[in-house]
């Protein structure tokens, strides 16, 4: 099983600011997920994080406002660019380390709160 | 759009008791799996069913599958107050390539 290191825990930011979250994991993995959780919701996923090649989005999500790097097969970050009260959530990192359709594994999880 | 409706939206039961929580879905999956999250921190994975597997047991966790029905459940039997969290299914389609979540049920177990 993978074991993914995330931070920081959880932050306070300032409206319009960035702040950028790592994920390392202990294990080489193709694919990383970022997911981000409002208040009391379920998970959405931002994007797929590959590495060499650029990030894919779902939809209602822009790399503007979320870039996101891949530099190698243990390390990812997410930013959270311009951010507003709205971006209040927890961001989350997760890997399928044996294969898509296995069991996820996540990083502690990022709670962001925009003042 | 959630792939996954679960209800109830929140559960309280006591200590010794058993707890069932359901999970409905759309689209056709590979696989179902349930998750726990503690107090908004990272999921953990506590069970997979696959689409021709029709129930499946992890200790005190017992997960149906009804694939006619588009519906699973989990059952947790003789509750603890350390089972309190929130839990989410989440399916993999059959021809997708990502996990979709549930909406959750937050249990929690009094003492």
């Known amino acids: 099983s993978a074991v993914i290191s995330q931070k920081p825990s959880r932050d306070i930011c300032q409206r319009g600011t960035s702040l950028t979250i790592q994920c390392q994991v202990d294990?080489?993995?193709?694919?990383m997920f970022w997911y981000r959780q409002q208040p009391g919701q379920s998970l959405t996923l931002i994007a797929t994080?590959?590495?060499?090649?650029?990030?894919?989005?779902e939809s209602g999500f822009v790399i503007d406002k979320f870039p996101i790097s891949r530099p190698n097969l243990t390390f990812s970050t997410l930013t959270v660019s311009n951010m507003s009260p709205e971006d209040s959530s927890i961001y989350l990192c997760?890997?399928?380390?044996?294969?898509?359709?296995?069991?996820?594994?996540f990083g502690q999880g990022t709670r962001l709160t925009v003042v | 759009s959630q792939q996954g409706e679960e209800d109830p939206q929140a559960l309280s039961i006591q200590e010794g008791e058993n707890a069932t929580m359901n999970c409905s879905y759309k689209?056709?999956?590979?696989?179902l799996q349930w998750y726990r999250q503690n107090s908004g921190r990272g999921l953990v994975h506590l069970i997979l069913?696959?689409?021709?597997?029709r129930e499946k047991h992890s200790g005190r966790l017992r997960v149906t599958l009804d694939t006619s029905k588009k519906s699973s459940s989990l059952l947790i039997t003789a509750s603890r107050a350390a089972d309190t969290a929130s839990y989410f299914c989440?399916?993999?389609?059959?021809?997708?390539?990502?996990?979709?979540f549930g909406e959750g049920t937050q249990l929690t177990v009094n003492p």
């Open positions: 689209t056709s999956i590979n696989n």
């Open positions: 069913i696959r689409s021709n597997e």
């Open positions: 994080a590959n590495q060499g090649s650029e990030a894919t989005y």
């Open positions: 997760s890997v399928e380390d044996r294969g898509l359709g296995t069991e996820a594994f």
């Open positions: 989440a399916t993999y389609s059959a021809s997708g390539s990502r996990l979709t």
């Open positions: 294990s080489q993995v193709t694919m």
